[in-house]
């Protein structure tokens, strides 16, 4: 285990915190793989949705009512929900080339001072995607397809981006946990990594 940050021996950042926090953190990936499972499910639905609409449109020349819904609505909670499941695997989208360099702490760093950004869009889209449901569900509005309630496809986006929000606040502590300690189990794993570590 390596240590020797400046906080290291500070009782904030001591064992009985840090302890919680490594369990924190695997209860909230767990939970992440959950959502995305969830997330994996809807669009094994949508595509089997999608190959029904097909046939019935071109062979059967009798495409249902209710097929537009039924496609779009659940891919757009899976696309909702699985923004969490990609942070979990580190699957967005980052500039390797330049961090990827640098020693895990430093990494950590540098991912400390950009969380600000990550910080405020998501909990605008928390704010926005609960006005939106709510403002769905006050009116009670429905698809104009077959008249299906929209208030739970819209809260998807509400709370998808509430759980991306929350795996990415204890990552942020995680980080901030190796930066001031040095400690290592609080190093992210990477893709590469078992599961488990």
Known sequence: MASGGYFSHSPLFSQPVGIPMIKLVRVAERIADWVGVLAGTLVVYTVIIIVFNVVARYVFRS??????????LPMGCAYALGGVYALRHQAHVNVDILIGVLKPRMQAFIR???SPFFLVFLIALVWAGTRWAYRSYSIMETSGGVGWLLFPFKATLAIGALLFLALGVIYILRDLFFVVTGDERYAPSGPEAKPND
């Open 63 to 72: 495409p249902p009512a209710w097929g537009f819904d039924a496609m779009v």
């Open 112 to 114: 400390l001072l950009v």
